[in-house]
C-alpha cells in the first residue's frame, strides 16, 4: 500500500515506497540515494532534478517503425499543455475541473486510498486534482517542462500525494500489477505505435483493476482537420472557427497552448470505439464504458456511475454513435473508453 504524511517530501515519498519502481532498462528493482535511483542489477543511474527523477529510457524501435518520440517531445518542451492560468491555486483548481461531468465523477468514483497512475500527465492538472483527495497519484511524462509546471503547482499549493516522474510510457519505471487505476488521457494517439502503448501500461494495472484511456476519434476529427487545413492555409487566420478558443478571450496562454496543441501538432492517430473495443478483447480486459456512450440516446450524466459496466448492443448501434461525433462531439473529437482488467 502506498503511504504519504504530510511532512514528507517527494523523495521520502518515493524512498518509502521503493518496491513499487522498477529499472525501466532492465526491470529490476532500484535503490534510491539523495542524488539518484539505481538499479540493482544492471547498475544503471538515474538522476532526480528538481525533485523529478529522470527515469525516461528510450524505446528499441523495429527499422520499420517511425518513431516520433523525439519530435513529440520537443512540442511539448515548447508548448506545455495544458497551461495554467495565472491565478490558479488549489481551490481554484478543484472548482474548475468539477465544472466538467467525466473530471467530477472521476473525483466523486474514485476510492480514497487509491493508487493511482497516469501516463502523459502533461502538466500534471489531473494528477493534482485527483492527487487533493486522500488517493496515492504517481503522475508521469516524457517532458521536463511540463513536470516543472506540475511540480511547481503541487509545491506551491501544499498537495502532499502526488509524485511527478519522468518516464517513457513503452518503458515502465514500475513493477506490473501495482495500480488500481491507469489513466492515459490524450497520449497514445501521439506515439509511434498506439496499441504497443496501450499494452505496455495495461501491464501495470492490478487484476480487477481500471484502465481508462483517451484517443482522438476517426470520425470525431473532421471537422478539426478541416479548420486546421484552413488555418495552414491563412498562417492561423480566422481562429474564430474554433469554438473553444472564442469563447473566452481573455485567457491568452490557454487559448494559444490548447491552438498549437490541436493544430500544430507534428503527429497525431485517430480511432474508433470499435477498434479499441478489439484492443480490450484481445488483452483480457472488459469493456465498461465509454464516452460518448455506446448506446443510442443515452449520455453521460452526473448520476452515471463510471465504473458500472455498459453492454455493446449491436455493430449498428455502435456505428450510428461514432458516426454522429462528426457533428455532435466536442472538445476536438476526443473520446474515452474504460475497461476492467479480467
Known amino acids: 500500500m502506498v503511504t504519504m504524511n504530510k511532512n514528507n517530501t517527494q523523495h521520502e515519498f518515493i524512498k518509502s515506497n521503493i518496491d513499487i519502481f522498477c529499472c525501466p532498462k532492465c526491470n529490476q528493482k532500484l535503490s534510491l540515494n539523495a542524488e539518484e535511483l539505481t538499479c540493482m542489477q544492471c547498475s544503471q543511474g538515474f538522476n532526480i532534478a528538481e525533485e523529478i527523477p529522470q527515469l525516461f529510457w528510450p524505446t528499441e524501435w523495429d527499422s520499420s517503425k517511425k ?20 491565478f490558479d491555486d488549489a481551490n481554484s483548481l478543484r472548482l474548475k475541473s468539477r465544472k466538467g461531468i467525466f473530471a467530477k465523477l472521476l473525483d466523486d468514483q474514485i476510492p480514497l486510498g487509491y493508487n493511482v497512475l497516469e501516463c502523459g500527465c502533461g502538466t500534471g492538472q489531473l494528477s493534482n486534482f485527483l492527487g487533493l483527495a486522500n488517493r496515492n497519484v504517481f503522475a508521469t511524462d516524457m517532458c521536463m517542462n511540463s513536470l516543472r509546471l506540475a511540480q511547481n503547482f503541487k509545491i506551491q499549493n501544499d498537495i ?16 506490473k500489477e501495482v495500480f488500481d487505476l491507469v489513466i492515459s488521457n490524450g497520449v497514445l494517439h501521439h506515439t509511434s505505435d ?34 486546421r487545413f484552413i488555418f495552414n492555409m491563412t498562417k492561423d487566420r480566422f481562429r474564430f472557427l474554433d469554438g473553444t478558443i472564442s469563447k473566452d478571450a481573455s485567457a ?11 493544430y500544430k501538432n ?22 465498461v464504458k465509454s464516452i460518448p456512450k455506446v448506446e443510442l440516446f443515452e449520455y453521460i450524466t452526473e448520476d452515471t456511475n463510471l465504473f458500472s459496466p455498459d453492454e455493446v448492443t449491436s455493430k449498428f448501434e455502435l456505428t450510428v454513435v461514432e458516426l454522429g461525433m462528426i457533428t455532435n462531439y466536442k472538445e476536438g473529437g476526443f473520446f474515452i473508453v474504460i475497461g476492467q482488467k479480467k
Open 252 to 262: 491568452k496562454a490557454k487559448q494559444e497552448s490548447w491552438f498549437k496543441d490541436q
Open 266 to 287: 507534428p503527429h497525431e492517430s485517430k480511432h474508433t470505439i470499435a477498434e479499441i473495443l478489439q484492443w480490450l478483447d484481445s488483452t483480457g480486459v472488459t469493456f
Open 194 to 227: 498506439p496499441f504497443a502503448g496501450y499494452k505496455s501500461i495495461l501491464q501495470l494495472v492490478k487484476p480487477k483493476g481500471h484502465i481508462i484511456i483517451g484517443l482522438y476519434h476517426k470520425y470525431g476529427r473532421v471537422l478539426t482537420d478541416i479548420r
Open 160 to 175: 502532499q500525494n502526488v509524485a511527478f516522474l519522468q518516464m517513457n510510457l513503452f518503458r515502465p519505471c514500475f513493477s
Open 67 to 86: 518513431d516520433v518520440t523525439d519530435e513529440i517531445k520537443q512540442f511539448y518542451e515548447k508548448t506545455p499543455f495544458p497551461d495554467y492560468d495565472e
